[in-house]
């Protein structure tokens, strides 16, 4: 079974995300008969803005959220068992606030947020789900007291926006949303962990025997992007080496011909683009002392 490797990634790749924005505890046990809740996000208390950039996912977690993933189409038992695990949560609060004699708000009350990959119209009827205005399509509220939605994750629209919760779907779902996240910008804060975790995920699944269609496919979309990418890293390696290298010559040949240079000067060298170096290194034939390096340096940053 494969399930629990998707599990494992979906539960790794929620605290990547959200690990910044506040405390997550993954597999958190609940009282009564064994029950684990697969993400329990605590927001901080000073929240960051920067959560935005997580979409929808990020405006689940601007307040405490259950987060619980599926694979595979979330049964209609699954999605009592979870209503059940917020149930006993809200429960403990109570305690804990009556033992504390102080009144439980609302606003610390998680809400549970079911994550599906498909989901039948049938089956949202017998929860009683209704969309709210304000919020995407493929978001399937409960009524209010039960602090309980539904996401389709097959329904969601495909925008940045809803990136973050697309990558957590199946077959072309999720294939897509891996050519949107591979297509990020290189500096974008969650593109490399992202793409590492579903490598991973790959890695895992590549070792298992008995694997889905969907798996299978999900490797084979994977496969060129991988190797893509440590080819890339291989480069950007051998690039490092060589500036480095570059530098470091660079550095001798200056201390021979003007002196031991300063920390400063040093770290405005080392600065440098690996084009810059190679210019620095037949400028410096010409340098007899600290300023004509100095001047050097400051025609860089013109």
């Given at each position: ?8 990634f979906?539960?790794?790749y ?9 405390e997550v505890?993954?597999?958190?046990k609940?009282?009564?008969e064994?029950k684990?809740?697969?993400v329990?996000f605590?927001p901080?208390k000073?929240?960051s ?6 979409g ?5 977690a601007?307040?405490p959220?259950?987060?619980e ?6 049964s209609?038992d699954?999605?009592c068992?979870c209503?059940?695990?917020l ?8 305690r804990?606030?009556k033992?504390?004699?102080t009144k ?7 809400k549970l947020w079911?994550?599906t ?6 089956r949202?009827?017998s ?7 304000g919020?995407l399509s493929?978001v399937h509220f409960?009524p ?5 939605a539904?996401?389709?994750i097959?329904q969601?629209?495909?925008?940045p926006e809803?990136?973050w919760?697309?990558?957590l779907?199946?077959?072309?779902v999720q294939?897509?949303a ?6 990020l910008?290189?500096d974008?804060?969650y593109?490399k ?5 579903v490598?991973n995920?790959r ?5 298992n025997?008995?694997l889905e269609a ?6 084979m979309?994977?496969?060129p ?8 890293a291989?480069?950007?390696g ?10 470091n010559?660079i550095?001798r040949?200056l ?10 000067l040093i770290?405005r060298i080392q600065?440098l683009?690996?084009?810059?170096l190679e210019?620095?290194?037949e400028a410096?034939?010409?340098f007899?002392?600290?300023a004509?390096l100095?001047t050097?340096l ?5």
């Amino acid at each position: 079974m494969t399930r629990f490797i998707h599990d494992k990634f979906a539960k790794d790749y929620l605290e990547e995300l959200l690990k910044d924005y506040g405390e997550v505890k993954a597999s958190e046990k609940v009282s009564g008969e064994i029950k684990e809740i697969d993400v329990l996000f605590t927001p901080a208390k000073q929240q960051s803005s920067n959560i935005e950039i997580l979409g929808l996912l990020g405006r689940f977690a601007q307040q405490p959220a259950i987060i619980e993933p599926y694979r595979n189409p979330a049964s209609t038992d699954e999605i009592c068992d979870c209503i059940l695990k917020l149930l006993e949560i809200k429960a403990l609060l109570r305690r804990e606030a009556k033992a504390n004699k102080t009144k439980l708000q609302d606003s610390e009350i998680p809400k549970l947020w079911v994550l599906t990959p498909t989901i039948s119209e049938t089956r949202l009827s017998s929860f009683g789900t209704m969309q709210k205005a304000g919020w995407l399509s493929g978001v399937h509220f409960l009524p209010n007291a039960l602090r309980t939605a539904i996401v389709a994750i097959h329904q969601l629209p495909q925008t940045p926006e809803t990136l973050w919760l697309r990558l957590l779907g199946r077959g072309s779902v999720q294939s897509q949303a891996i050519i949107e996240l591979q297509a990020l910008p290189l500096d974008h804060p969650y593109q490399k962990a992202t793409l590492e975790l579903v490598y991973n995920l790959r890695e895992n699944l590549r070792v298992n025997q008995e694997l889905e269609a969907d798996d299978r496919e999900l490797i084979m979309r994977l496969e060129p992007l991988y190797q893509r990418d440590r080819e890339q890293a291989k480069e950007e390696g051998r690039q490092e080496g060589r500036q480095e290298g570059r530098q470091n010559l660079i550095l001798r040949q200056l201390n021979r011909r003007i002196g031991e240079i300063d920390t400063s000067l040093i770290e405005r060298i080392q600065g440098l683009s690996l084009a810059q170096l190679e210019n620095l290194g037949e400028a410096l034939l010409d340098f007899s002392s600290f300023a004509d390096l100095e001047t050097w340096l400051n025609q860089q940053s013109i």
